[in-house]
């Protein structure tokens, strides 16, 4: 029996947090005394007010724990203060507790726990209630006077009545510094009736009490939750799968995570769920299993015609679910179960015959009046109602319909399972084919454009693979060159051999001077310039943007006019790539293409990088990121867009940023080549960061320490360049020195800035492995001279490289100053002072690493940090001087100061700059810490005193 599956890490809580920490800086000081702290059963109420305790019973408060039960209504008076002051007597003793108190006043506590002796007389008369009230209130204040306090109450909706008095008693006459009552309740329990209601509404008025609901989790949350529970990041389809049946309730993705890989949901907390359901009237019962088969959200038109009632016997029959909060009233007169497990539970417990009798009724009305259903659902909606209704024939019918639809809609995921049970039923419909207008083969095409579009590509692989089956290259050559290509495309996203092998194949097969040579010729030619065959693409490109002017095909001119580009970025003339990749989004625009578009970003973001305009990157990858969202290819075009966005904050030293646009984008489960760039990336910081053992598992991962033969050459480049750093930080020069070899001898033309920056290392390699390999580092000294003859320097990056590469360092910092790129920045800075210090320039020397000092620690780039502080106790140079306040924040953290400064809250800063809640937070952290204030309202004046916004 394994126990419940706890998330060891706080997950997505971190505003929520800052909002407790802030209310109890505010009860120090005697403006606040109680924060009501509002949320669904599950939604961590309980996780967020312990973490709160934990960290405050650190800094030296004192917490006391109270909870209310579910007895509490039926008479167990006072039982979260009888809580807290039997934990309060087990730490003190009875003696110190009456001690606080004037005397005699003990007698009063008597009532509560025996250990204060016999209770006065007057039992529960007024007299003795408000005595009691005010010697709880007393033993508070006096608690305070020796340090911090904190009060929590757990589940005040279960209170008693005595308890609810108290709790208003004690917020409304609380006002003595240093004390802090944290309550909680459920707020989905709270229906017309509870009586906590007007509690809470009176506790709205009084000053210094605030209010605090906690959100359901995000889906990037839930993924952090399901990381941290596993031990692993899970799969994408597993993220969703959890996501969409938990609707961001912590508990009940622990609940799924603890069923196994199955993520079902357990029998227990089923039992839980439908508690709810079968307190209803059997009426109401009857009528939430009808609406249950409609799904989670279904119109009040559609659910009287199905359940036959009239619309005020309906509303009658759902008012008591509405009335406890099962049901809730949404738009257009339509009815929601508060939580699709609700609904799911209720349809479980429906008999199989009364199952199909109602989707089929569903279905029936739907078809009779799709205006029951909001605009573009009905097919959707027909397609689920007639499958669970066992129709065979018209759930194949439907499917089909719905996933056409659902194809002009962008929405290929939900394409590609529709697609699938038009597959699974094909065989239990005679007349399949002709119902729907396309063979069993077109159907399998269809599902692999979906997957691969979709991000799907193992299923995509599978799609493939099936429909060649059915397929005659001699009969229908072009039908098989046409999947080929699909496949050479998966296979490339795989990371599998094979690409251009299909590709060739594919264009044997196709008629020359027809539009489908053409569309084979696009894919060819760009997978021959990835792989560094530039003369033959480039030939091939010519002629294919010749075949797709002719028969006036846009987005396949689109297509080889981007593989053009790729061409031009390879040989080094950028201003030509971005003028190309202009002219291919405004036929994106034109043509309304998902696909050209987001491949046009990601090839400009890129030419921008290579440029140093990474402002300009940044905006194009939020804008890509929000493109191929629209046209449903996150999983494809996305992340390989965020790939470009978290090299382009990367570069800038905005690296926690970077960071979280790649863990984002790979939870968005990326294709392994896409996966693989990505990991790059946060290598690459974990790097500089001297993260050692994390960096040798991505580099695992990657496969950068395997023979695995790589085709691409920005591959080969970038993970050659990881290993020789790995190897130089690892004190393996010699090793270091083998790689540089192996690269420069099978160096093929790439992009300027991937070879110069290639080049730049070597030195460094060359250097580390003078002393005990001389003949083979001036070996490589030539082989990278060779290389770096034939290389172009166009554009400030690569001049900056080459300046590097060159051994002008104070030049090429320079130069990374005007990129603003702090961390290649430092680097020349340390370089140009240890030439410096060697030529017997130490106050030179010193002056440089004072300069590039801050640099690494803005970035917390320990590996760095210490060769300057090494460098520069060696040279007798003093560090840094103290910086001014503005001189401490980076530029983002300005930007997030002047939001905070306006009063705005994480979540509405983290919108504003296109950044999570939980980097929002990092930033106002290290904000507090930088100024030196505890709270938000600190650092706002302090922002305003040294005028750091102005």
């Known amino acids: 029996m394994r126990g419940r599956s706890v998330s060891p890490v706080f997950v997505g809580r971190e505003e929520e947090l800052t909002a407790l920490s802030e209310s109890f800086d505010e009860a120090r000081k005697g403006t606040v005394t109680a924060v009501l702290l509002g949320g669904e059963a599950g939604v961590g109420k309980t996780r967020l007010v312990q973490r709160f305790a934990e960290q405050r019973a650190a800094d030296g408060a004192h917490v006391l724990l109270g909870g209310c039960v579910e007895l509490s209504t039926e008479g167990l008076a006072y039982a979260p203060f009888t809580a807290a002051l039997r934990q309060l007597v087990r730490e003190l003793g009875p003696a110190a507790v009456a001690g606080l108190l004037p005397d005699g006043a003990e007698r009063d506590l008597a009532r509560l726990l025996p250990e204060f002796g016999e209770p006065n007389g007057d039992g529960e008369t007024d007299t003795g209630r408000a005595r009691l009230f005010e010697q709880i209130l007393t033993l508070l204040e006096r608690l305070a006077d020796n340090r911090?306090?904190?009060?929590?109450?757990?589940?005040?909706?279960?209170?008693?009545?005595s308890s609810r008095d108290l709790i208003a008693f004690l917020s409304r006459n609380l006002h003595s510094p240093q004390v802090l009552i944290v309550m909680t309740y459920r707020s989905d329990d709270l229906h017309r009736q509870h009586p906590l209601r007007p509690v809470l509404?009176?506790?709205g008025r009084v000053h210094g009490v605030h209010r605090l609901d906690l959100p359901r989790l995000s889906r990037d949350e839930v993924a952090q939750q399901m990381t941290a529970i596993l031990g692993r990041p899970p799969e994408y389809g597993k993220v969703e799968k959890v996501y969409e049946r938990s609707e961001g309730i912590p508990l009940f993705v622990e609940a799924m995570l603890e069923s196994g890989e199955e993520a079902t949901f357990p029998d227990s907390m089923q039992d839980l769920i439908l508690a709810s359901v079968e307190r209803l009237p059997e009426e109401t019962q009857r009528v939430l299993r009808v609406a249950a088969a409609g799904g989670n959200r279904v119109g009040h038109a559609l659910l009287a015609a199905v359940s036959g009632l009239s619309d005020i016997e309906l509303e009658t029959a759902l008012r008591p679910a509405i009335a406890r909060n099962v049901l809730q009233i949404a738009d257009n007169r339509a009815y929601v179960f508060r939580h699709s497990l609700i609904r799911e539970a209720v349809h479980d417990e429906l008999l199989p015959g009364e199952h199909q009798r109602l989707h089929a009724r569903f279905a029936e009305e739907i078809s009779k009046n799709r205006a029951l259903v909001p605009p573009g659902r009905a097919p959707v909606e027909l397609a689920h109602h007639w499958y669970g209704a066992r129709d065979d024939r018209w759930a194949l019918i439907s499917a089909w319909e719905a996933a056409r639809k659902s194809f002009k809609a962008f929405a290929y995921t939900e394409a590609v399972p529709l697609l699938e049970r038009v597959l699974m039923l094909w065989d239990r419909v005679p007349d399949a084919a002709e119902l729907i207008g396309a063979d069993h083969t077109a159907v399998l095409e269809k599902a692999a454009s979906a997957a691969n579009s979709g991000g799907e590509v193992d299923k995509g692989l599978r799609f493939v693979k099936g429909a060649l089956s059915e397929l005659d290259e001699t009969g229908e050559p072009v039908r098989v060159a046409q999947l080929l290509v699909r496949r050479a495309g998966l296979k490339n996203s795989k990371h599998q051999p094979g690409v251009?092998?299909?590709?060739?194949?594919?264009l044997r097969l196709v008629p020359e001077d027809s539009i489908d040579r053409a569309e084979v010729v696009a894919s060819l030619s760009r997978h021959l310039m990835l792989r560094g065959k530039i003369e033959e693409a480039t030939g091939l490109v010519g002629e294919g943007l010749r075949l797709a002017r002719e028969y006036d095909d846009r987005c396949l001119e689109g297509d080889l006019l981007l593989n053009q580009a790729l061409g031009h970025s390879l040989n080094g003339d950028t201003e030509t790539t971005i003028a190309v990749n202009d002219e291919v989004l405004r036929i994106g625009h034109e043509e309304g293409s998902g696909r050209i578009l987001t491949r046009a970003i990601g090839n400009r973001i890129d030419a921008l990088l290579d440029m140093g305009r990474e402002d300009e990157a940044l905006r194009m990858s939020e804008d890509g990121w929000r493109v191929a969202k629209e046209y449903g290819r996150l999983r494809g075009s996305g992340t390989f867009i965020a790939n470009n966005w978290a090299e382009a904050l990367e570069v800038l030293g905005r690296w926690d940023e970077a960071i979280e646009v790649v863990e984002n984008a790979l939870s968005h489960g990326p294709v392994l080549r896409t996966r693989f760039a990505l990991l790059r990336v946060r290598g690459d910081i974990a790097m500089a960061r001297g993260e050692r053992q994390f960096v040798e598992a991505l580099l695992s991962e990657i496969g950068a320490f395997k023979d695995r033969s790589e085709e691409f050459v920005q591959d080969i480049i970038n993970n050659a360049r990881l290993?020789?750093?790995?190897y130089l930080t690892s004190n393996q020069p010699c090793s270091a020195l083998e790689e540089a070899e192996r690269v420069l001898e099978r160096y093929q033309p790439s992009k300027a800035m991937l070879g110069w920056r290639l080049l730049a290392q070597v030195p460094d390699v060359c250097d580390a492995a003078q002393v005990s390999e001389p003949d083979r580092a001036a070996a490589v000294r030539r082989q990278a001279a060779e290389v770096a003859a034939e290389l172009r320097a166009i554009g400030p990056v690569v001049e900056a490289y080459r300046l590097s590469y060159l051994g002008d360092f104070d030049a090429s910092a320079a130069a990374w100053k005007r990129l603003k790129r702090p961390h290649n920045q430092a680097k020349a800075l340390l370089k140009a002072a240890g030439v410096a210090a060697r030529d017997g320039d130490r106050e030179g020397a010193a002056a440089r690493l004072k300069e590039g000092l801050p640099l690494?620690?803005?970035?917390?780039?320990?590996?760095?940090?210490?060769?300057?502080?090494?460098?520069?106790?060696?040279?007798g140079g003093g560090l840094q001087p103290a910086q001014e306040p503005s001189e401490l924040l980076t530029p983002r953290e300005l930007e997030v100061l002047r939001l905070v400064t306006q009063g705005r809250t994480n979540r509405d800063i983290a919108a504003e700059l296109f950044i999570s809640a939980k980097t929002v937070s990092v930033h106002v952290s290290n904000i507090l810490a930088k100024l030196g204030v505890t709270t938000r309202g600190e650092a706002a004046a302090a922002a305003h005193r040294l005028a750091l916004l102005s």
């Open 148 to 161: 911090p306090t904190i009060l929590v109450i757990e589940d005040i909706h279960w209170a008693d009545r």
């Open 500 to 506: 251009i092998d299909d590709l060739r194949h594919a």
């Open 723 to 726: 290993r020789m750093t790995w």
């Open 856 to 875: 690494a620690r803005a970035l917390r780039a320990a590996p760095l940090v210490e060769e300057i502080e090494t460098l520069s106790r060696r040279v």
């Open 201 to 203: 509404a009176e506790l």
